[in-house]
């Protein structure tokens, strides 16, 4: 739309430009018409026609370097971004194979920002969740809600304060230790050119049979059994074969399949129609019955039977309560 909007303003320029240059010629042709032969005239005639073109080639020319430096900038960020953190841990603080055992949650003073020198995103969070608790998390569109689960990734650091998993600082151990034993089902679901297997086990770590398993308690099994190829079914780029549900259906199998105490779901079926949310939220009841479960929230119904829900504001948690006891104070619904 913007890119229209330019082509429109060039155009309008190049006419305004070529009606000026066009007019002076012809003023000048006018006034000279005793000492230029007509030959003259009409070269000059012609030639301005060229000059109206190439003014209109040059605006357009700008106009497009000035579009992709805007990917010269973007290259120019990525190369300046600070490296992300140790991948692996040290063995001083090397978490056991079977970490977390728990999947309790304590955020302790916590704050975090995107960048150094820019304002917290998330401030002086403190609250503990426990194993096997369901947390809601509500809030205005920019109170720092998915900031929360980035910062439990570690995907931005903090300025200050702890986050300890089961008696584990999560800064003192590797990204890659970290972030395997966590799960998350985002909002926009991530998915690869290539066979259904593919997508959900990359790394060939698990059998036909758990696969098979995952994608029936995903509700998927038989969908994929009324395509000829199974497990070898292709999805085209970003799943656009598939619709919104069964793309983020796809993202609950990868999630059954890696079984972590801890799963994180990021307004993960705001693009998906009631039945299928209907379905994902009675798989992770029945399914994640023992896991921690921290769900963003953009329906209300979807949290109501949680444990707890944290009501988030510019960063900071303004009310966490039962979700009972939240709407006889009508919290929830001022803010969902």
Known sequence: MVLKWVQIGIDIWTVIVGLLIT???????VFERNSMTPG?????????????????WALRMASDLETNMVSVERVREYSELETERSWHSVDEYKPSADW???GSVDFINYSASYRPGLEPVVKGLNLRIESGEKVGIVGRTGAGKSSMTL??????EPTFGQIIIDGVDVTRIGLHDLRS???IIPQEPNLFAGTLRLNLDPFEEYSDQQLWTALERAHL?????????????????????????QRQLV????????????????????????????????????????CTVLTIAHRLNTVLDYNKIIVLDNGMIVEMDSPKKLLKKLILFSIV
């Open 23 to 29: 007019f002076s010629t012809a003023l000048i042709v």
């Open 40 to 56: 003259v005239a009409g070269f000059i005639l012609v030639y301005s026609v060229d000059v109206i073109n190439s003014i209109s």
């Open 100 to 102: 977390p055992t728990n």
């Open 151 to 156: 910062a439990l990734f570690r995907i931005i």
């Open 181 to 183: 034993k966590l799960t």
């Open 221 to 245: 099994k038989d969908f994929i059994c009324g395509t000829s190829e199974g497990l070898s079914h292709e999805i085209s780029e970003s799943g656009d074969n598939l619709s919104a549900g």
């Open 251 to 290: 993202c609950l199998a990868r999630a059954l399949l890696r079984d972590t105490k801890i799963l994180v779901l990021d307004e993960a079926t705001a693009a998906c129609d009631l039945q299928t949310d209907s379905l994902i939220q009675t798989t992770i009841a029945e399914q994640f019955s023992d």
